[in-house]
C-alpha cells in the first residue's frame, strides 16, 4: 500500500489543452512531452506555477522535489538571494542596453579566473549559440572545413547539430560532420586520413552523458590521448561543458579530467538561471574568436553578467563540486538500496552530480518508465531517459523523502507486478 497520495494533475492537462492550441507542440522540445520523455504523461504536470530552492509546485499545486533543476540551469536554488540580489542591483542600473554594461568585463574577467584554460571570454545565450561559435572559431582558426563529433553527441538544436533525415534540415547542413566512437583513435585517424586532414576541430561533451542508456564516465588516460592526437594533427578540441560545467569542477570539466580543451563551452549553471552563455578559449584561439561575426539583440545584457559573477562567487565559496558530488553519491546509493528491498536493480551511471538511472530488471525500460512517473505523481521529479542534476539548496531531509517516496514507487510498481516475482 502507498503511504504517499497520488497527485491530481486536472488544472495542469487544461493548461496544456490551450497550449496546445496557442503554441506548436503545446510545450515543446525537451521541456515538453513531445520528446517522449514523459510516460506515462497522465502522471506528469506539464505546466509549473513556482519554484523556489530545490522545489517547484505545478499549476495543480503539487510540490515537487527538484531533480531536472530546468535541465541544469538551477545550480544554487531556485531564486538564490545573493544572485538575484546582484541581479536586481544591475537591473536599476541597465540591463539592454547601447553599450555594454563594465559588468561584462567583469564577467570576462572572473570567468579567467576561475576557468583553467580561460585566457578569454565570450558571451551569448544559449549552449548552441556557445557550441556553433566554438565550432566557427575552428574553422577560423585552421581554415578546414569538417568536424569530428562523438557517438550519441548533443550540442544543441542548429541544424549542424541535427541529423541528416530530420523536418527542415538539409543533408549538406550536416554533411560536414564526421561521427565517431568515443575515445577511439583509430576511428580519428580513419576520418582524417578519409578527408585528407581537412578537420577543423572535435567536439564533445566531457563524458557520454546521453538518453536511453548508462552513462559512461571518462578516464583522465583516454582524454589525454585525444587531446595529443588533436595536437599531432592541429585539430581544435572543443569541450561542450554546457551542461556538466560547473557541477563537475569549477575550472572546467576539462581540468576534472586532467587535460586542457583549446575551447570550453558553458551555459546552464553559469548564472543560476539568468539568460547567459559563454565560450572561454585559450590565448591562441583569441584572434579567430575576434574574427568570426558572430552577436545577438540581447547577448550584452548586464543582468545576467552581475548574477553569473554572484553565481560564480558562490559556488567558488561552498565548494559546490564537492557539495554535488557528495549529495548525488548520498541520494544514489539510498535510491539503489530502496530498490533492492523490493527486488529491484536500479542503476546510477555518470558522474553523482548529473546522475543517470536506469531499471535494468527489464531491457524494454517499461518498469523503468512506470516506477519514474509514480515518483513523479508522489513529489520526486525526475525523468526516465535524460540524467538528472543536483543543485546547492538540497537537502539531507529533501535526499531521505526522496528515497522514502522512491521505495514507496518501488512497492507500487512490485504490487502491479506479481507475475515479475518482484515482492517478497
Ligand atoms: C551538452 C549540451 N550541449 C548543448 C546544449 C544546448 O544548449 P541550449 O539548449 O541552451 O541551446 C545542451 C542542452 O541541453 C547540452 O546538454
Avoid at 372 to 380: Q, T, W
Amino acid at each position: 500500500m502507498s503511504k504517499f497520495p497520488e497527485y491530481k494533475h486536472d488544472k495542469s492537462k487544461e493548461w496544456f489543452d490551450r497550449a496546445l492550441a496557442a503554441i506548436p507542440s503545446g510545450v515543446y522540445g525537451h521541456l515538453g512531452p513531445s520528446e517522449g520523455l514523459f510516460l506515462p504523461i497522465t502522471k506528469w504536470p506539464l505546466l509549473g506555477d513556482r519554484a523556489e530552492g530545490t522545489y517547484f509546485w505545478d499549476v495543480d499545486g503539487n510540490k515537487y522535489i527538484d531533480y531536472m533543476c530546468a535541465y541544469g540551469p538551477n545550480v544554487l536554488g531556485y531564486n538564490d538571494k545573493d544572485v538575484d540580489a546582484a541581479a536586481a542591483a544591475q537591473r536599476k542600473l541597465g540591463d539592454c542596453t547601447t553599450t555594454p554594461s563594465y559588468k561584462m568585463v567583469e564577467c570576462a574577467e572572473k570567468l579567467k579566473d576561475v576557468v583553467d584554460i580561460a585566457d578569454w571570454a565570450f558571451f551569448m545565450k544559449n549552449g548552441n549559440d556557445a557550441t556553433t561559435f566554438s565550432v566557427m572559431c575552428a574553422r577560423a582558426h585552421t581554415g578546414k572545413k569538417k568536424m569530428i563529433l562523438f557517438r550519441g553527441y548533443y550540442h544543441g538544436a542548429s541544424q549542424w547539430t541535427q541529423k541528416a533525415d530530420y523536418p527542415g534540415v538539409l543533408p549538406e547542413e550536416v554533411a560536414n560532420n564526421i561521427v565517431v566512437p568515443w575515445f577511439d583513435i583509430q576511428a580519428l585517424q580513419e576520418a582524417y586520413d578519409s578527408c585528407n586532414g581537412d578537420i577543423a576541430g572535435l567536439i564533445a561533451q566531457p563524458y557520454d552523458h546521453g538518453n536511453f542508456f548508462d552513462n559512461v564516465t571518462a578516464t583522465k588516460e583516454q582524454w589525454a590521448a585525444v587531446r595529443k592526437w588533436c595536437d599531432k594533427h592541429g585539430v581544435v578540441l572543443i569541450i561542450d561543458d554546457v551542461r556538466c560545467g560547473f557541477r563537475l569542477d569549477l575550472a572546467g570539466s576539462d581540468h576534472y579530467y586532467g587535460f586542457k580543451a583549446d575551447l570550453i563551452c558553458f551555459c546552464k549553471a553559469l548564472a543560476n538561471g539568468y539568460n547567459m552563455s559563454a565560450v572561454c578559449g585559450q590565448e591562441h584561439m583569441k584572434n579567430a574568436a575576434s574574427s568570426v561575426t558572430f552577436t545577438g539583440s540581447y547577448w550584452m545584457s548586464a543582468v545576467p553578467f552581475a548574477a553569473c559573477i554572484a553565481c560564480l562567487d558562490k559556488l567558488e565559496k561552498i565548494n559546490a563540486p564537492a557539495l554535488f558530488k557528495e549529495k548525488g553519491t548520498k541520494l544514489t546509493e539510498g535510491l539503489i538500496a530502496a530498490g533492492k528491498r523490493h527486488g529491484f536493480d536500479l542503476i546510477a551511471s555518470g558522474e553523482p552530480a548529473l546522475f543517470y538511472l536506469r531499471i535494468a530488471n527489464d531491457d524494454s525500460l517499461m518498469l523503468h518508465q512506470e516506477w519514474v512517473a509514480e515518483c513523479v505523481s508522489r513529489g520526486v521529479f525526475i525523468t526516465s531517459h535524460h540524467n538528472h542534476f543536483i543543485n546547492a539548496a538540497l537537502t539531507d531531509e529533501d535526499i531521505n523523502l526522496t528515497i522514502e517516496i522512491a521505495e514507496d514507487a518501488f512497492s507500487v510498481v512490485a504490487e502491479r507486478h506479481p507475475d515479475l516475482g518482484l515482492t517478497k
